[in-house]
């Protein structure tokens, strides 16, 4: 299992960046991909996860709305699309394969990941 990360970067509040996580080794129909964030000193944060199975999807309340996550399976890729950025979203963005569930309160704890992208720094400027 291999995930590597693309994307990311400087923005201005309001403004809206796209992350990729380029996956090898498994297929979404065995593994869910989650997004995960970090600020230093604090816990990492479940974002969202997709899953091919009924074609799950799951967002934390902090970005619903604001950030869609998508699958490309023909080219093995899972993107996170942010909107409507603020300041506080402004940390350390890892993308990761799991054997969970997706939805109805599964896929954003960070326990339910074994393999993680490489990490991308997201700041968003006020």
């Known amino acids: 299992v291999q995930l590597v990360q693309s994307g990311g970067g400087l923005v201005q509040a309001g403004g809206s960046l796209r992350l990729s996580c380029a996956f090898s080794g498994f297929t979404l129909d065995d593994y869910v991909i989650g997004w995960f964030r970090q600020v230093p000193g604090k816990e990492r944060e479940g974002l969202s996860c997709i899953s091919s199975t009924a074609d799950n999807t799951a967002y934390a309340d902090s970005v619903k709305g604001r950030f869609t996550i998508s699958s490309d399976n023909g080219k093995n890729t899972v993107s996170l699309e942010m909107n409507s950025m603020k300041p506080e979203d402004t940390a350390v963005y890892y993308c990761?394969?799991?054997?969970?569930?997706?939805?109805?309160?599964?896929?954003?704890?960070?326990?339910?990941?074994?393999?993680w992208g490489q990490g991308t720094q997201v700041t968003v400027s006020s």
């Open positions: 990761a394969a799991g054997l969970t569930p997706c939805g109805l309160g599964y896929g954003l704890e960070v326990y339910q990941y074994d393999d």
